[in-house]
């Protein structure tokens, strides 16, 4: 009768061990190969605090104006450049430039990170059902595993920072650009691609001829994703030594700071939405070919 | 009626086979290798399918295409025409069989020499016109010249050329989104003769047109192959189109070519009860021509009638002129045979049942 009334569970003292073995080794493989991988995104950290000293050192005057030229290529809607602008002033009049542009800079690293991770990647993957099998169940987890989850490993790994808060963001932020860019290229019409094997072209000539060509508007969805995504994960990229906007907000959870946590945390939205506003615009452009003018 | 075909053979003769298929088979399927000996032991298309889960697709295929000439294709969907045509390219490779392209193997090639022959020798036509959407016109025209990595201004002098030759001058700039289903194919047409290829592969390519556009379309056709002369294989589904283009027709059945000849043969002479099924509703005196009726003879008598004239305007010329039998002459203007007024209405006379009860052979 012991047998139902208890669940048949592992002894105590061999969970004990599992789990104290798997920790021990994985603090081994950090403790012996922890400089190497540190030492590998070595070039990422500079770029990341170039970046971020750029953005907070230059006028602010300067970097509006730049936002705002960017705004205008991207988006070519006079609109959506002016409420960039007021969106900016009033971010700085209530004390938090410093802040936003520190987000500015890691959201831009990661999003560059995983533009130049994920778009390679969802194109392998696009090219094989094998890959593409392999490759869906990971992206599952990255996207639904709690992020202090892997937060753990990547801590141990490489300690307190920048890099481990701009790797945390980017294993969150990067599935829907994988799975977008994937989708695109697969989404790309059949018939298409054949008139163009019927011409004799070669698999770079159809990748960046014709399918990446066509699958750019999904590709841009992905992007647009990734860029929310990682705003999302500010907050908790600050938890591990990730300086900008989330740091006050965890102070004000912290201390139940209510105005100082709305503050920033609007801050937050506000950059969402501006980014949001105009990659969707240019996405569109992109897409000018499908407006036929039904001269059907 | 015998002259006019012996007439016909030998001109045949003398130009060259451009593209002959020989024996091919397509079987679509995990094992298509394995199943090949029981379609060669005669296995029928349905028990393939049903005990081995394999689909016969083309089953011995033989047909030679003649250097600037239209071979056309016909045959209802599901008959492999389609399958057939993505063989002398090798957008599908065969089970087993040849396919001869000026007496080279398409299907032996590796991959640099397919992708030569591909830039080259062979273009195609689709029948949803496969156009590249965010590309104009002119980019698209230029599309095969670009993969072969032409220089970018001769690449516009070319495309310029051939969007002028099929009537799209003035609609360089615009986006195929933008155009008419006829033009998209404009396009199409366009993009394919841009390359210069000697072979033109055209896969239903008027099929998707409205009737008034396809017949607009095939005039197009016509005109550019009496100066381009390229060899042509034309897929489709619809016989007056078939009649109206082809020197040569392939019928294609499950898989099976059932009849080939010229328009006239088949239309005389329909092999089977499916093919006499099919041309029943044809107008016979538009597609028939003098040749196909007419008796040896040299007696000069009555209107001289060319040998390609079709039967309604030869019927109209005798009855003009109250005459009951007139001449033919060959292209010389020699006296080769005679045509009776009554033998013509008999042959225009809508067959009511199978071809052996109208004793035509």
């Known amino acids: ?70 705004a205008w290529l991207g988006s070519r809607s006079w609109k959506l450049v002016t409420g960039t602008v007021i969106a900016f002033l009033v971010i700085g009049y209530f004390g938090m430039w410093k802040d936003t542009m520190a987000t500015l800079a890691i959201i831009s690293v990661a999003t560059l990170l995983c533009i130049a991770v994920g778009i390679p990647f969802g194109i392998w993957m696009a090219r094989s059902d094998r890959v ?83 699958a750019l508007p999904n590709i841009f969805a992905g992007i647009n994703q990734t860029i929310m995504m990682s705003l999302a994960m500010v907050v ?41 506003r105009v990659s969707q615009q240019y996405g569109r452009r992109l897409q000018a070919h499908r407006e036929g003018s039904g001269s059907e | 009626m015998g002259a006019g075909f012996k007439h016909i053979e030998r001109v045949q003769a003398v130009s060259e086979q451009k593209i002959q298929i020989k024996n091919l088979y397509k079987i679509f399927g995990n094992d298509a290798e394995n199943v090949m000996d029981l379609v060669n032991d005669g296995i029928s298309k349905q028990e393939l399918l049903e005990n081995h889960g394999h689909v016969l697709g083309l089953r011995n295929i033989n047909i030679d295409v003649p250097e600037k000439c239209i071979r056309v294709i016909m045959g209802l969907s599901g008959s492999g025409k389609s399958t057939l045509i993505r063989h002398i390219n090798r957008l599908i490779e065969p089970t087993s069989g040849q396919v001869l392209v000026g007496g080279e193997d398409v299907l032996m090639m590796s991959d640099e020499e397919l992708k030569n022959f591909r830039r080259s020798k062979a273009s195609m036509v689709f029948q949803k016109f496969a156009l590249l959407p965010h590309r104009t016109v002119i980019e698209n025209v230029g599309y095969g010249l670009q993969i072969q990595k032409v220089s970018e201004t001769e690449i516009n002098k070319r495309s310029q050329h051939w969007i002028d030759r099929v009537g799209l001058t003035g609609f360089e700039d615009h986006y195929p989104a933008q155009l008419s289903g006829g033009m998209q194919q404009r396009v199409g047409l366009a993009r394919a003769l841009a390359t210069d290829a000697e072979i033109l592969l055209m896969d239903e390519a008027f ?63 329909p092999s089977d009860d499916y093919i006499a099924d099919f041309i029943k509703d044809v107008n016979r005196a538009r597609v028939l021509e003098v040749r196909s009726i007419m008796e040896p003879s040299k007696t000069d008598r009555g209107p001289r009638l060319d040998l390609t004239t079709p039967l309604e305007d030869a019927m109209g010329k005798l009855s003009e002129l109250g005459e009951t039998s007139g001449c033919v002459v060959d292209d010389k203007g020699h006296v080769i045979g005679k045509i009776e007024l009554s033998a013509a209405i008999s042959a225009i006379k809508r067959p009511e049942k199978t071809s052996d009860e109208l004793g035509y052979r």
Not at chain 1, 241 to 266: C, E, F, M
Not at chain 2, 208 to 216: G, H, K, S, Y
Request: contains cysteine.
């Open chain 2, 207 to 269: 099929s998707a047109l409205d009737p008034l556009i396809r017949t607009d379309m095939q005039g197009i056709l016509l005109g550019l192959q009496e100066e381009l002369h390229k060899t042509i294989v034309f897929i489709t589904h619809d016989l007056d189109e078939a009649l109206r283009i082809g020197d040569e027709i392939s019928i294609l059945r499950d898989g099976e070519v059932v009849q080939q000849g010229t328009s006239q043969e088949i239309v005389m002479n």
């Open chain 1, 1 to 70: 009768m012991d047998f139902f009334d208890s669940f048949p569970a592992m002894e105590r003292q061999d969970l004990r061990d599992l789990k104290k073995g798997i920790d021990s080794s994985f603090r081994d493989f950090s403790r012996a190969y922890g400089d190497e991988i540190e030492g590998f995104f070595e070039p990422l950290l500079h770029f990341l605090v170039w970046l971020e000293k750029l953005l907070v050192n230059a006028p602010w005057l300067v970097v509006i104006i730049g936002l705002a030229i960017l």
């Open chain 1, 132 to 214: 593409q099998a392999a490759v869906t169940p990971v992206l599952d987890v990255m996207q639904t595993i709690p992020s202090f989850v892997y937060l753990i490993p990547v801590v141990m790994l490489l300690g307190i920072g920048k890099v481990p808060g701009l790797i945390a963001v980017c294993i969150y932020a990067i599935p829907p650009l994988v799975r977008l860019t994937n989708l695109g290229i697969r989404l790309v019409d059949s018939e298409v691609l054949e008139a163009a094997d019927s011409f004799g072209a070669d698999y770079k000539q159809k990748l960046f001829g014709v399918q990446i060509p066509l």
């Open chain 1, 236 to 276: 908790i990229a600050s938890m591990i030594g990730v300086k900008g906007l989330g740091l006050p907000v965890l102070r004000a959870v912290s201390n139940q700071y209510l105005a100082l946590g709305l503050l920033n945390g609007l801050a937050i939205v506000i950059l969402a939405i501006i980014f949001d």
